[in-house]
């Protein structure tokens, strides 16, 4: 599968990976600032974002997807970042290539299973008829009642887009994605470990680490870092200076 990306900057390179229901666009403003340093590849996975669609949606067809997509761009030894959903690929991409990457930097997730909670958010998007739908506004207000926060409405209503003939469309795969939610949730799908070097920076009020976590982690990444900043699960998003700056005395060392 051919994905869309955006690349930027000139250096050694660095690939960032979305979340689930996320796309590229929610790293621009955070890439331009890596692209001061690095040359960045941020990648819409498959079912989100400007990629191709497709029926099958698990780890290790996204794990595949990273692959197919640093040999066709002939990208040496990346650092990669991933957040959520992206993290996970980018965990089990680390163990099954182990040689293809040079450092790991994985946002709010952790290399276990999750229970599926995501059933209201799929149940509000598919409740937006889009033949009917006239404006962004109405959108919204459908949503917000099965979404009560209006940032996470938001961040989804970034999927929502006009087509050609400015009729409405989804930019994500949401029949594939309902369909394959609890394949979102699932622990790691290859067995091993990464010894290289590896960083897990979790959200202080986030849901997604838990006390012995650190256990987990330190089984698949031996030599993993662990950075806890005081947001929620999008890290990135609410403190990106500190996030920032975390990444860099990583990567710097």
């Known amino acids: 599968m051919e994905l869309y990306f955006r690349e930027l900057g000139q250096g050694s390179p660095l ?18 600032i890596f692209a001061e340093k690095y040359k960045v590849y941020v990648v819409d996975q498959r079912n989100h974002g400007q990629s191709p669609h497709d029926s099958e949606h698990n780890y290790k067809v996204l794990t595949d997807d990273l692959n197919s997509f640093i040999e066709d761009h002939k990208i040496e030894k990346p650092i990669i970042i991933g957040h959520s959903m992206g993290g996970k690929t980018a965990m089990n991409f680390a163990i099954r290539f182990p040689e293809k990457l040079s450092k790991l930097i994985i946002v709010d997730i952790v290399p276990k299973a999750y229970p599926v909670h995501h059933d209201s958010i799929l149940e509000g998007l598919t409740a937006i008829a889009l033949n009917q739908l006239e404006s962004r506004g109405q959108a919204d207000e459908i949503l917000s009642q099965y979404v009560p926060e209006p940032a996470v409405r938001q961040f989804l209503l970034k999927n929502l887009a006009r087509d050609k003939d400015q009729s409405f469309e989804w930019r994500i795969n949401i029949p594939a994605l309902e369909a394959h939610i609890d394949d979102m949730g699932a622990a790691l799908q290859y067995e091993g470990k990464f010894e290289g070097s590896a960083l897990f920076i979790v959200g202080a009020q986030s849901k997604y680490f838990e006390p012995g976590d650190d256990v987990v982690i330190k089984s698949y990444f031996p030599k993993a870092e662990i950075a806890t900043l005081n947001t929620g699960h999008w890290v990135q998003a609410e403190n990106p200076k500190e996030f920032m700056e975390t990444v860099y005395n990583f990567v710097n060392k």
């Open 15 to 32: 690939i960032i990976l979305h979340g689930l229901f996320g796309s590229s666009d929610n790293w621009y403003s955070l890439s331009k």
